[in-house]
Each structure stands twice: as C-alpha cells, then as structure tokens.
Nanobody
C-alpha cells in the first residue's frame, strides 16, 4: 500500500524559508512522477512543482526562482525548498505521486495523480 507523509510545514515571516519533506513508502514502480500541490482556503488545489524519476522538474510560474524540488531516492524522500516566501504562499501543501512515465502537460494537474499525502500547513505572515 502506497503511503505519502509530508512534514516540514510551519509558520514563517515574509521572506523566510521552509523545507518540506515527503516520505514515500510502498512504491515499487521504477518510473514515477511526484509533485507538490497547495490549496489555500476557498481556492482550488494548484500544482506547485513536479519531479520525475529521471530528475526532470517543472514549476508553476508563481514559484519559479523561489522554490526548488528535489529527491533523495535512497531515502525515498522528496523535498520542496521554499525561499523568499510570500503571504500568498500560505496554504496546505500536499505531496502526490503517480507510477509511470512523466508527462509534462499533466505533471501539475491534480487529477493526474493517484496517491496523495495528508498535507502540511504553511503559513506566511508579514
């Protein structure tokens, strides 16, 4: 059974940094895509960043240059380094995964993913 567990959220001031982690267990696929999504109150869930098993990445325009997605295969862990945080980054952040090859057009679409974590809250205040 696939399980994704996020951690690392918290409260930070504008301009600060946080690093989110997502530990994956139960995954046997040799190729996969993993992504970070976020959902603010009253808004739809949106894709933030994705990474394929071959290391290819994609970012939403709103986080380019500020966020970095990475993975440590030995630890079965995906990370999201978030720098220069803004108030509009405040949201619940979710980890998602899908077995198989990546597809650039879909990698930031929440409907494309089959497995989800429970989320970790990020709050950015001035």
């Amino acid at each position: 059974q696939v399980q994704l567990v996020e951690s690392g959220g918290g409260a930070v001031q504008t301009g600060g940094s946080l690093r989110l982690s997502c530990v994956a267990s139960g995954y046997t696929a040799s190729t996969y895509v993993m992504g970070w999504f976020r959902q603010a109150p009253g808004k739809e869930r949106e894709g933030v960043a994705s990474i394929d098993s071959d290391g290819s990445t994609r970012y939403a325009d709103s986080v380019k240059g500020r966020f970095t997605i990475s993975q440590d295969n030995a630890k079965s862990t995906m990370y999201l380094q978030m720098n220069s945080l803004k108030a509009e980054d405040t949201a619940m952040y979710y980890c998602a995964a899908r077995a198989g090859k990546g597809a650039y057009s879909y990698s930031l679409r929440n409907w494309w993913y089959s497995d989800w974590g429970q989320g970790t809250q990020v709050t950015v205040s001035s």
